[in-house]
């Protein structure tokens, strides 16, 4: 029996590549708001830890998107590891000044929160959406 394929359109924009100087210079951008965002709010650990808690974050770049991780410690005694990272948001780069957005659900998979963005847009998407307060 043959197939048959159709091609439809989506709204799901073809990812775009960025050069090596590019992505240094954004990743400095969101490390500034990292650093005058995030690490501003960072509590420190209670008296008694028993739970994970953060104690950094940081940025990456995986293929075309930019992750935003948080660094938990792992203070029980039946902890693996003394610590894991995780990301909790990330950007994509779809066309010249203009990002989504993606929040990670308690499911591991990724949510758009925003589309079409440009980067000052979307630092103000993470102070205020509260999908991404840690």
Not at 30 to 37: I, L, T, Y
Not at 56 to 66: C, F, M, N, P
Not at 71 to 84: D, H, R, V
Not at 106 to 132: A, K, Y
Request: proline share 9%; charged share 20%; aromatic share 18%.
């Amino acid at each position: 029996m043959p197939r048959q394929y159709v091609w439809v359109h989506t709204d799901i924009p073809p990812k775009c590549k960025l050069s090596k100087w590019e992505k240094q210079s954004l990743q400095a951008q969101a490390d500034r708001f990292v650093a005058e965002f995030y690490k501003a709010a960072i509590v420190p650990p209670p008296d008694d830890p028993r739970f994970n808690y953060i104690v950094d974050y940081s940025t990456k770049w995986h293929g075309a998107y930019l992750q935003f991780i948080a660094k938990y410690a792992c203070p029980g005694p039946n902890a693996l590891a003394p610590s894991f990272e995780i990301a909790f948001a990330r950007l994509g780069f779809f066309s010249r000044d203009r990002w989504n957005i993606w929040a990670r659900r308690h499911n591991d998979q990724w949510i758009v929160l925003g589309s079409r963005l440009t980067l000052p847009e979307c630092f103000e998407e993470m102070r205020t959406n509260p999908w991404f307060q840690l």
